[in-house]
């Protein structure tokens, strides 16, 4: 019997072979913030509202409650001589510690912001979307 596209075991294979594959694209992926939630401010004398921070990265990828992330800003710099864009630069911005983990989203609150004097000129010197997060050493 000849296999065609399309045939059982050519779909099968094809199948095995995906499901195979799929994973080595999710290891290079970047894992980012994608949302940011802020509690309601509702005016009460000395209360925060708390601001929380999605990733989508969770227990599927190593992250735990009390997980310590590392927050990234990637920035495209720009060659004024060539007027070209040259290259992005990454750099560490602040942490982030994880108060809540799914399999592949985590919630977590800000820990610190880096000392500026420690890191390149930014604007906002906050996180934000949009983000670079791993997880800490």
């Given at each position: 019997?000849?296999n ?61 409650n ?36 799914e ?12 000392d ?12 934000m ?5 791993k997880?800490?050493?």
């Amino acid at each position: 019997m000849k296999n065609k596209l399309g045939s059982p075991l050519v779909n099968r294979l094809l199948i095995a072979a995906l499901a195979v594959a799929a994973p080595v694209q999710a290891l290079g992926a970047d894992f980012t913030v994608y949302s940011v939630y802020k509690g309601l401010d509702l005016g009460n004398p000395g209360e925060v509202p708390q601001k929380d921070f999605y990733v989508n990265m969770g227990s599927a990828n190593g992250v735990r409650n009390g997980s310590i992330l590392q927050v990234i800003r990637k920035v495209a710099t720009y060659d004024v001589t060539s007027q070209k864009l040259y290259k992005d630069v990454s750099f560490q911005i602040a942490t982030l510690k994880v108060i809540h983990t799914e399999g592949n989203a985590a919630i977590a609150r800000l820990e610190k912001v880096l000392d500026p004097e420690l890191t390149p000129a930014t604007t906002p010197r906050a996180v934000m979307v949009g983000d670079l997060v791993k997880l800490g050493d």
